[in-house]
């Protein structure tokens, strides 16, 4: 028993060292300002410089998730992994990652992490943090959407998140940064299909239904029903865990998108990252390469639409999506670049996530490089150089 409580209070402890650290950093910036660190060349070195400008000060026996996006199949622009090595090498951590929504390689833990390794994701353990389930959060009281927040059930093993982001483009949400890689990255499939859509799948096509029963026998809240005019789905049943999406071989279930608009997508998905921000330390870092106007799970995404802008590090995921929009926007001549590529600007994003709370739309930029501050167009002419 005596043991018992020891761990808990050295558990307890590593974690305030953390969260220590990480608001200590922040202290020396005006209190609604906060920083962001900078470098313009994206190398496996200025990676970890970047983690370690952080500060962040790890007890030797927590455990570390470093988040990262292993790329779908076919998909050319998902960040390198031997960018990561000297990170991994210092601090020890497991590649986390959940099963997405959509039928492919990565809907299947399996088969996921045979992709993650073909992709060069092998000097690292790999967790697929829903593989044996899925953990639920209430929303908080005064989230304008989300009563529960659905993410894998591993996700509470680790004591600490490292969220590494490639920031670049996405049709739904203008953009994807840290707070795209939280809140849908690390939800479940059942937790993807909430913030895309409505909490419960839509039937297509049901006369094509060959009556093969595999949706109804891997229900987990025996929701459906096979008979000759296909499946049906009872909806005070339903859980909405999107188990159904991936067991049909013909594909005829899929997230119900009716009702659907851009901001409440944006919202859904900051209030999912406010509630994993709120449950474990994170830190972040964002790397602005193959900028694309959509994201690493397409299997054939379009070409980087410009230059590479570098990367950022910072405590503070609201300052750290604003200052790469604002690089990349200033690189590419505009106020909102994604409002120009793919017509939709994704700050809501960062308005609701400052509304409530979780950091700052405003920071400074150090150069990681000088420890000095920079101006965005200092940076912005930086990258210039590295071209
Ligand atoms: S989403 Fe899950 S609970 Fe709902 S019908 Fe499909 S398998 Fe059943
Ligand atoms: S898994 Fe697909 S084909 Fe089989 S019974 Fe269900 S809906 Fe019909």
Same mark, same amino acid.
């Given at each position: 028993?005596?043991?018992?409580? =020891? ?23 005006? +209190? ?28 030797? $026996? ?10 779908e199949r076919?998909?050319?622009? =998902? ?20 099963n997405v929504l959509y039928v492919s390689d990565r809907r299947f833990t399996k088969s996921h992490?045979a992709l ?15 593989? $044996? &389930? ?24 680790? $004591? ?13 949400? &203008? %953009? ?11 939800? +479940?499939p059942g937790?993807k299909m ?6 419960y799948p839509k039937v297509n096509t049901p006369d094509k239904c060959f009556q093969c029963n595999r949706c109804a026998n891997q229900c987990p809240a025996l929701a459906i029903n096979v008979d000759d005019h296909g499946p049906m789905i009872?909806?005070?049943?339903c859980?909405g865990c999107a188990k159904c999406i991936a067991e049909c071989p013909l594909k005829l279930f899929s997230p119900d998108? @009716? !009702?659907?608009?851009?901001?409440? %997508? ?25 900028? +694309? @106007? ?5 299997s ?9 802008? &570098? ?9 750290? $999506? ?36 979780? !950091? ?10 000088? &420890? ?16």
């Amino acid at each position: 028993m005596k043991r018992k409580i =020891f761990i808990l209070l050295c558990c307890l402890l590593a974690v305030c060292t953390v969260v220590h650290a990480q608001k200590s950093k922040q202290e020396k910036a005006p +209190s609604d300002v906060s920083v962001v660190y900078f470098c313009s060349e994206i190398t496996p070195e200025n990676i970890q410089k970047l983690y370690n400008a952080l500060n962040v000060d790890l007890a030797p $026996d927590m455990k570390v998730g470093l988040k990262v996006h292993f790329g779908e199949r076919g998909n050319q622009n =998902f960040l390198n992994p031997e960018l990561l090595h000297p990170l991994v090498d210092q601090v020890h951590p497991t590649f986390v990652e959940t099963n997405v929504l959509y039928v492919s390689d990565r809907r299947f833990t399996k088969s996921h992490i045979a992709l993650a390794e073909e992709h060069g994701f092998t000097f690292a353990p790999i967790d697929i943090l829903d593989a $044996d &389930g899925e953990k639920i959060y209430p929303g908080d009281d005064n989230f304008q959407y989300c009563k529960t927040v659905r993410t894998g059930d591993h996700f509470e093993n680790y $004591d600490f998140y490292i969220i590494y982001s490639h920031f670049k483009g996405h049709g739904s949400s &203008g %953009f994807g940064g840290a707070i795209k890689n939280v809140g849908m990255g690390m939800a +479940s499939p059942g937790g993807k299909m909430a913030i895309h859509a409505n909490n419960y799948p839509k039937v297509n096509t049901p006369d094509k239904c060959f009556q093969c029963n595999r949706c109804a026998n891997q229900c987990p809240a025996l929701a459906i029903n096979v008979d000759d005019h296909g499946p049906m789905i009872d909806t005070t049943k339903c859980i909405g865990c999107a188990k159904c999406i991936a067991e049909c071989p013909l594909k005829l279930f899929s997230p119900d998108n @009716t !009702g659907y608009d851009e901001t409440r %997508f944006l919202d859904k998905l900051v209030e999912y990252t406010k509630v994993l921000v709120d449950h474990r330390p994170m830190v972040f870092i964002n790397v602005m390469a193959n900028i +694309s @106007t959509t994201c690493d799970c397409s299997s054939r995404a379009p070409k980087p639409f410009m230059r590479d802008i &570098g990367a950022v590090a910072s405590t503070d995921i609201v300052a750290i $999506d604003q200052a790469c929009q604002d690089l990349t926007s200033k690189a590419y001549g505009c106020e909102h670049v994604f409002q120009e590529v793919n017509h939709v600007s994704g700050m809501e994003q960062l308005q609701y996530a400052e509304k409530l709370g979780m !950091g700052h739309t405003k920071y400074i930029l150090i150069d990681v490089a000088t &420890g000095k501050q920079i101006s965005l167009e200092e940076a912005v002419k930086q990258t210039e150089k590295e071209k």
